[in-house]
Each structure stands twice: as structure tokens, then as C-alpha cells.
């Protein structure tokens, strides 16, 4: 990424004020220079939309997404939105992306990607026809040390995979802050707009796609014990799931939203025949490797020669200056600029599939741009549909569903 | 414990040469001046017994329990030895337990205390014909920290418990070690010597009484998926667990033997309504407090006049200075003669039932010896065998059954 | 900040391709959108300076400082930049700085921000008399939880100030990677670009700032003991020097740049009659608090009611999302921005001193900007005078000079 | 130690009740089961000495050192104590040492050895002389980490030493504690008990036999700022020295006493050209180590194939099984008595001069005693002097005395 290319001119939708996640979107995009925002449709109603733009100083402010999608796609090419964000609650996910993604824009959506399997499997359909580049926010993969985990793995260091432990602790809804007008915690309570899964959907998600990144290993069956330990909650703030991955690999999920303390404690333990290996998410610049019968290694991001192409690529200073969470989600902001960019190339030079760019194999090299993808998304709407089924039948085991 | 008593006088069964277990007995029995080790059975052969009862510079080495019973109850009673320590693999606690506790001896018996309930349930009822002291060494809860955890907990000062976590990471039996001649790991895989209970019995039953020793509620229900990972093993080597305690209560445990690199990592984290705590075995000498809305607090080992009187007494050094395994191991025996010697003024002074000093409720005084009860031990057996039971069922939710 | 203001026009002299430390500052410029970079002279030959300019897409990338400062005064108002960043060699600072403030243009520079006090005290008269806004970029007190910590010690919270250690470790310089043709390694090896200070120059200045920040104590004696570890080095690359602070304190600083291993492990403890606090650069989000008698607290970022408004301000995410480097040094120039804004204000509204805003009285409020100001960077270049004279001297004790 | 030797009848100097010291070296001789105390001589009076013994029940208990030194003397060979244990406030190491060593009885003494140079050469004299084993209580060398740490210095494995931080902080003596009756700081902020030093001869004088023990340099030149920080108070309680070792390796010592909420943390950071290494106290069964352009590694105790010989030795129990001060204290009178008994076979097969079991070269290897000697006790006694010698001369630099 020697030279700096042309930033995207990017429109948003949802992340009007008092949302924290849609502030979150815009640093991660501005931190690299690789986007401008140049449009948004910001809130539920358009006077908010508009009132929330003019307070960004938003060039383009619509009341609402169908408008925003609507004038974009007149406007002078040169000029009109290359890329939408969609940092709205979950269930307006689906809508807005299926419509831009047959609008011919590329799209960066929030997790979970969509509130059900059908819109999920619908989604990477409208994606694989269309060509556009589609990343889906699972920031916690854009941290350096976890490119390093996902390469420690691929590279046999460990030997045969055998057990995968992956912990989510949050203790943020340990009270009924919906009921506090806490805008973050109230749409999460609320089935119609966060969908059927509580904390499993929200932080369970994450802990799904960051051991299946590392690991390469997908879910296929599950046991899950789901519950509103909060009185009068309807949604589970507390998930503990017992995990069957690809080739019979074990594992664990351990999340809360109810732990009193812990903040944004998300780990993740990977066990194999020859070592393993530890990453926590509140210390992110520091990995843990135990190769059988050695001292233990502490990897430090940007450490040194032993780091892989992947972990250095997604890191922007030297080690020991701690990088953080907006890196982390930059970092997949990067991924998709340098994506869409690429495809351009390759359209302008005569046709690339978009095949060719699928970011799921691209992690292993630092060459190819690295972002979850629309199947990483489904992937993830699919876990959260199992444990939910689990809970429903009484935390019994239930298969995962893939493209069924 | 002012004035140094007189120290009891001990006989041990098994712990021979090349036992692990048996010198960190014979340490923590010596350590605080409490037992003069006196005689011994140490080993299963007679040639070996006696040979590593001279090695050990040992009194009276027996060739075999039998003999060393029969002997030491003819004996003089100012010379006799007047507690056992049982050593031995799983399988010979419940035999050699219930000829002394018959015979009128105290007992400390290792863990887990019994192969199956039948002969938890049979100890359970000696103990209280006989009215003997008898101990468990679930020695983690000999720690000072873990009886303030305790404390805390009883106190309120967590609100109503949510959630409790249990982890208890191990490595080295991720290789086949019970076939390079390891005399721990021969025993530990061999179902006749160590019962039915792998990973789950060996450190999972540790688990399970931290776990209730400290939030005093108990594992009603449980589902468990137990795996022995290591090609060629018979018994689980990696555990995972969801639990359902007193009251409703969620649990998980998640423990392992074949965690690379894991030592003796043995963790509680207790959720409640007004806060939780979490305490960590290789960091033994501090408790992690957190309060809602306030800062994270880290208690330390006699580290001022917050802590109350069962953390006090079981810590024999200034804070900072650290204790660790020996010491909290030495706790079980500390207060096992203190109890032997109270039973035994009480006897003089004419009959105390032996309920007067439960040991269970002792926990929250410190002057009451607080030491893991015969009870302790005949419910860690049977949650063993509840764990075991589900599995067979294919990983289903079984009940724990106690005193059927 | 409500409302995003239109960004600040920068121009950038230095920073070009290879330099760390631009790259660093263009992402802290861009964070918050607060800053437009449009300008830049960044290299030290008018072709490199232009390349590197098209290299990052610069509007108007000028051959020489001269240059810019030269056509940027004469450019539309409503277009020339409005501030510089200055981020050459320690020798460049000076010369640049002045020719900017005395043009009236608001400055950022980086530290040390002068080779010498005569230098410094040129810089502050001149700023003094312009009016500008000049901030230095003492990075690490940009950090919420230094600002947090500088709030406790000002309330007393931790008594009567007692001692102070600083320490600062870093590896990098362990082998002569100046020969090696590593840029940043290069510069600071050699008298004539970095000043007569090596580690004690470009860290222990660091260490400097963050002391006085967080204690309010200025270093008024101190006896230094400098090394050039590494055969051939010229300049110091190891610092150790005893310090008495304002009213008597005791005082360490133990700084090194050839600590293999260490990264970039800035420490400061202080410690008072009633407490003390601790807090260290790689684990930023983290501030240990100890009050007589009382359990330590660990405090973290935004991490509830407990924090004063300084550190709230601070913050852009939830705790538990790290926020790193990049941030801290975002929040100097967002502090500066806000300053220039506000400076535009009441000019318009007709006429505040620059004394007004005076950034270290403002450290407390967050409703004025708190960045590091010339006096700061005056005060920084006094204390590494003073350590080279003591060292030259034979490591003895030393006045640090203010204003002589 | 493969079979149990018979134990060293020992007898013991002060550590009546209420002193903390004499409980530690109690318990650290019966740890391993190789001293049998069986005399004592307590308190500073005959009365509280008798009743302190009493309590004990202690075999003999003596009023006064000079009654028991005469009484043992004459006692039958076979049952007459072989060793005492010296466990006073400082100013009578001295006079009780010297006796025993003459009357040709082996001593365990406490640190500082002797408050003046002068009694320390008396002392090494009368050692050398009479060939007694001399064993002095620098208990921190006895853990195993530290003995692997020297390894990895004596084997090269970081280059050519450089720098050398000992730090030691407390913060027990925050408050004028000796105001109040507690025993341990009366003696110790009394001159006339404790020496010229204060915090510089409690806790400094572990911090340089630390440093000395590990990298095998010694201080020759050092430069102290030492500071009586509670007011009233009338030896230094905080301790800064800037450093000179053998070679001209730099080094510093940070140390206090009124540091709040430290406890007992003692940390050492070595550094060489080639790699770094890390020990903190209160993290015992740790040793971080950094090697050029390599991951960090985190040793364990016993953690493997890679730990020496000496630290293996002295390790009781697994690693992940935590080892604490007790067992480090132990590990000194294990040692002595070793030492003891090989000195018996050796007198016993006809004459081996002390020389031969020199402990200083005997720790790289554990098949020799390994145990701070009578002259580690001089030079940490040299050490003192000095300090307390420069900060009389105004924090000046003087070189510290050895065999003047």
C-alpha cells in the first residue's frame, strides 16, 4: 500500500448521534485516509437523518437510505458513493444491504449480518451476482496478533487441532440499563429489532467468527444453554455453549453481558498436538504461544523477523506503541478500500471475477486484501439460529445449518 | 493456635519413592509443627513399603496398611500413631479409609475420596458412627484468598449469585505419558486404579468443590462432554461441563489435561447481582473484586484489615511474601489436628458429637478447624459419576445424585 | 464537542516517506476530523519533499519549509493552512518553528523542542508575543488515564507528594542500527541533528513531561549518570539520574534504550503520604491506584462514575476497547484544535490573551484544551541541558536552569 | 538428596513470639525435615526467653545465648545442638555469631551480617579459621528462578552484561509504625539496633546480594540519595543509588519502605548485549527472559528439559504448583545443612578444608551446597557503609571498601 490511492467516497446508513458504534465506523474509516464520508442517512427518522448529518458536516445529508440510494445512483459517477456503511440495529441489515448490493455498491455491514438465515443465504447470493465488494464488521480479525494466530495455526505449529475455548465476557448490561433509556441496550433487549438471539447474537457472533478465523474450523454441532439472567429481560444476556467443530475438534463458549467487571473481555484458547496459543482482546498486542516442552513466547505485534506477512501488514507502528480497537476496525475498513480498488483495477483491465479476491483464502497473504466476508456473515447468522434452536429444545445438541 | 500443641502422631499408606502426592503430604504435614510422621505402609508391595519407609528415615515402616494397623492398635496408646494420611491411587482410599475410620482413627484421605457413591455414601456412614476427624485434601481451598472469596460470598457483598465459571487447565498429559513409565500418569489412565473419572475426576473434582466450597451452593444438574483427545487413552483427558447449581444458578466447567503449556492453571470467576469475584490458582496471593459501578479492587493475602478472620488465620506471612501450594496443602492439615485435638479435649471433658464441629459451617470462623468434610468428598464423587453418566447418554443433562 | 467544526487547514514540514513519526501524526491529524491536511514540505531536499507529497496525495507539496511558509502567507485566506506540524529532526524544530510563529501561525511541534534552552526561550518570547497556538507533542499525557491520574494527585488524594520514579526502557538501539542505514536510528546518533542529549534527549525528555504533568513538580536538581552502552555511539543510549522535584521530593529516572526486549516501557509510580498510583504506557487503559490501608483499585478508561472529567474527555469508546497510541496522540491534536477554534472565536468576538487559554492550568477542565505548550517543551530542553552538564561534570548534581 | 540424611539439631538465637523472622526460619527448617530445633535461646530476656521456648515446646530452653552456647557445649556429642540460627535484631549478629563460630559451632545468620565492616572481616576471619559452615539468610537467592537466572548469565546467553536495575519496594513504613508498638519497625528505626542504614540495610542489602548472586558483579562504586521520608523518623526509609559494577557496568537501585500498597517487591532486570532478563519476588515461579530478535520467553520453575541443574534442585513440586518465600528460605537451610554433613563425612574420611565446599562456585552446580556465604555477608555489609557514607558526603560518589 506504498502509494496513497484515492480515498472511497463512502455514505452510511444508521449511526446517528448517541450511537456508538456508527462513531466507531467513521474513525475506523478516516484513519487510514482511505475513505471520505461524503453521504449518510443517519437515523429512523429523516429530521434526525438530517440533523445528525449537518452536525457531522456531512456533504451529502438524506432523510432516509431509499433516498440516499436513490439520488447516489443519479449523480455524477465521479462524484457519487463507491461504498455504503450499514451500522443500523440487526434487523434493518438485510433491507438496506440486499438494496445496495443489487444497486452495484459495495457494502461494509455490521454483525450479525442479518437477522435470519434465509435473508443471510438471500445476501450471499445478491453478493456473488453482483461482484460488489461485501465486508461484514467482525473487527476482532483485524487485530495483528490474530492474523499471526490464524498463521501460527495454518503453518502446523500447533499440530492437530484438539480443543478451542473461546470466552466473551461483558458486564455492561449486568442491570436493566434498557430501561434507563440506554439507546445501545434498549434496541438489544428488543427482539423485533436485534433478532432472536440476545447475548449469543451480539457478542456470541464475534466470539463464532474469531475462532473460526484463527482455526479455520467451523461449528457444526452445538449444545447451548441461553439465559435472561436479568429479571424481565427477554433476550439471553448469558450464553455458555458446549462446541463440536469441523473433524470432531472440541470446544466451549463461555459469554456473558451479566459478568459485573469485565468490560470487553473476549479470549480465545486454541489447543493443538504440538502447542497452543492465547489471545485476549483487552491485551491485543501481545500473543502466547506454548510449543510442547519450550519456555512459553509472548509474540509481540511488529516484534520482529518471526512475525508473518499478515500480522504485519495490519499493524501501523512499531510494538510496544499500543494499537487498539479503532486500528483493529480500520483495519478492516483498509481491507475493503484496498478491495474495491482492486476490483476497479481489474474491471478497467477486463474482467476479474470476484472469486478471485475471495478474502477468506487472501488472510494467509498480505498481498490480497483480508476482510470478513459475506460468507463469514452467514456463517455467523447460522450459529446464533443453532444456539437458539438448542435453548428453544432444551439446550439439546442441534446441527449447525449451512446453505441447507 | 498459640501454644504449639503437641503434634499428632501420623501414619501414611502409600507415597512411596516416586510418589508425587505422598512428599507434599509428608511437607504440609510437617510445616507448621502440627504431626510427627511416625509410621508407614508407603508403597504396594511389602520389600518396597518398608525400603522407602527407611529411605524416609520412618520409625515403623510396614510391609503393608494391614499390618500397619493391626500394629499400631496394639500399641501403646501414648505411642500409636492417631490420624492416617491415605496417599495411594484412587482405588485403595475407600478400603483403607474405612478400616481406620473403623478402627477408631482419624483420617486424611486424598481425592477424589471414593470410585463411586456406594462407597462414598458407606464412608460417609462410618464417619459418623465412628465420630473420627476426616479430612479430603481438596487442598485449594486451603488457600487464604479462596476462604476471603468464601467470605465474600456469604457476605452478600456479590448479590445474588448469576453465574460461576470453574476452569482448570492442564498440559502434561497432552502426550501418552502413561507409556514412557510416568508412575502419576500410569495410574491416572487405568480405569481399575483411578475409577471411571479421567480428567474429570482427577482435577475436575477439584473444580467442582472450589467451586461450591466457595458460593456454597451445589451442582444439581449437568451436562458433559468428556473426551479423551490423546489417541490410545481410555479415560477423558479434556472436560467440558455446563452446570446448573442450587437455585437455578448457571455454571460451566472447562478443563482439560492436554492444554500445552497450561501448568496448573485452576480458575474461579463468581458472578452475582451486585458484583463477582476471581481467583486464580498459580496467582494465589490475590483476589479480584469488582463491585458495580465502582473500581476494580485486588485483595492480598493479609493485606490489611479488610479481610476477615478465615483468610487471617490461614495465612502464616506477611503479604507480598508468597505462599503458595505447600502452604495452603499444609491449611488441610493445620486444621485436621486442630479438630483431632479439640475432639479429643471434648472427649475428655466429656462427649461432643462430632457435628458440633462440622467443618463446613467452621469455614466462616476462624476458630473453628475448616477443613473439606467426608461430605465434601462423597459430593465430588458423585458429581463425577453424574459427569460420567452423561456422556455415556451421549452428553445429555443428568442429575447429581446425592444420598439416593 | 458536539458539533464537528470545520477542520483546521495543516501544513506538515518533515514526516516524509520512511519517517515514523509523520505517519503517526497524519493519523492523529485525521482521527477526530478535526485537521485537513493540505500542505506539506516533508523532506529535507526539494525533490524528495515533492515526491513524497504525491506519494500521499498532498494538494500542495512544496521543495522547502521556506517555500510553503512563503506562498501559504500569500494564498486566500479562507484556503492557506492555519497551522503547522513540525516533525523533522530534533534540529529543524527550532529555525521552523520560529519562522511559523512569527508569521502567526499556530504550531505544533515535535519533542525535544529545541537543541538548546537559548533556543527555547526565543520560542516562548515569540509565542508570547504572537498569540499563536503552539503545542508540543508530549504525546503520552494524552491519555486519559494520565489525565486521570494527574486529577487524583491534584486533589490530594494521595496525600503529601513523597517520590516519583519514572522509568523508560527500550531495546531498539541495543545494536548499532545506525550503521545499518535505519533512518529513525541515524538521526538520533548524531550531535548535530539530535542535540547534545541521546536517550536522555529523545525519552528521558518524555519521562520528564509525564512527571511534571501527572505530579505538577518541575525537576529542580538532579545528578545523571549517561551511558553510550553501545561501542562507537556517541550520544547517550542508557540514562540513569536521582532527581529532587519542587519542595524537596525524591525522584528516579531509569532510562534505556538498549534493554532488549523492552519496546517502549514508559512507567511512572508515584507515591504520596496516603497513596499512590501507578501507571504504564504499554497497558495505557490501566491506571493502579493504592490508598493506605485500603485494597488496590484498578481503574480503567471510561470505566464508570468514579472518573473526573478530564480523562471522560478523553475518551472516544467504551472501556475494554483499547485505545492506544494513535488516540493519545490524537488527543493532543485535538486539544490544540479545539484551541485554535476557540482562540479564532474570541478574536472575532474581539480580543483574548493567549494567556487565556493557557493549556497547563487547563489540564483540569475539560472544557479547555490540555495539551502540552511551549513552556512544557521549554521546560523539557532545561532538563536535558541540566543532565548532560551533570554528566559532563563526572555525574554530579545539577540546577535545571529555567529562564536564566 | 536421595535418602533422608539424619536431621542437624539446631539451636536458635531470638525469634521469640511476636517476631515474624524467627517463625520463617522455624518453618524453613522443617520444611525438608533436615534440622530438628532443640534449643533456643529467644528473647532478649531470660524470663520471656524461657516462657517464648515454653511455648515452643522447645527441648531446652535457655535464658540468655551465653547460657545456652555453655550449656551445649558440654552436652553429650550426640545430642548437643550442631548449628544455630541467629535470628536478633541486627546489633547482635555480631557478638552471638562469633561465639558460636569460635566454639566451633555451624551458624545461620540473618542479614545485615554485622553493622560494621570492622565485625564483618573479624567474622570472615574466624570463619576461615575454625572451618564452621557460616550460612547467611539472603533467602531471595533461594528460589529457583534465581539460581536459573545466574545459569543463563554465567552461560552467556546475554552477551556482556550492561545494566543492572534492582528495585525494592515496601510500603509498610509509610506511617510511623514504630510509634505504635510494632516490634518489627521499632528495632528497626533505631540506630542502635539496626545499624547506620535503614531501609538501605533491611531491604537494600537484599536487593545487592540479589544482583551480585545473579550477575556475579559487584558494586564497586556508588553514588546514594537516601532519605528518612516520615517525618521524625531517623534512618533513611527510601533509598535511590546510582550504581558502578565490577567492569563498569551500570547499574541502579530503586528502593523504599513507604511506598503505599507495594508490599514486598523486589524486581531485578539485567541486561546484556545479546538479551535481557526479569525476576520479580512476588512473582517467584516466573523468569522472563528476552533474547535479540526473538519472541519473549516466560520461563517456569521446573517447567522443563530447558531449566539448569541448580534450579531443578531446588524445586519441591511441579511447576503451576506454586513455590513461595518459605520454600526460598527453606532452600537455605537445606543447603546449609548439606553442607553440613558433607563437611562431617569429609572431617570423618580425613580432612577437607572449608575452602573445598566454598559455595559461591558450588551454586552452578547442584550436587555442591549452595547458600550465601559469611563473605556475601561482608560484602553486602561494604555495601551499606557505602551508601550511607555517600549520602553523609552529599549523595557523592564513593567506592565501596572490601578487605581494607
Known sequence: MAKNPTPVRLGMVGGGSGAFIGAVHRMAARLDGRFELVAGALSSTPERSVASGAELGLRRAYGTWEEMLQAESTRDPAER????????PNHMHYPVALAFVEAGLNVICDKPMTVDSNQARALEAAVAASGVVFGVTYNYTGYPLVKEARRLVASGALGELRKVVIEYHQGWLATRLEEDGNKQAGWRADPALAGTGGAIGDIGSHAENLAATVTGLHVEE?????????PGRRLDDDANVLLRFTGGVKGVLVASQVAIGAENDLRLTVNGSRGSLHWRQED???LVVHLLNAPTQVLTRAGGPYLGAAAAAATRIPSGHPEGFIEAFAEVYRNV???IRLRERSANAGGMGSDDASPSDAGLSSAVPDYPSVNDGARGVAFIEAAVASQAGGSVWVKVGRGA
Open 81 to 88: 458513493i463507491e461504498a455504503v456503511s450499514i451500522v443500523t
Open 222 to 230: 452445538l449444545c447451548a444453554d441461553l439465559t435472561p439472567v436479568v
Open 284 to 286: 491485543p498486542n501481545r
Open 337 to 339: 478500500a484496498e478491495a
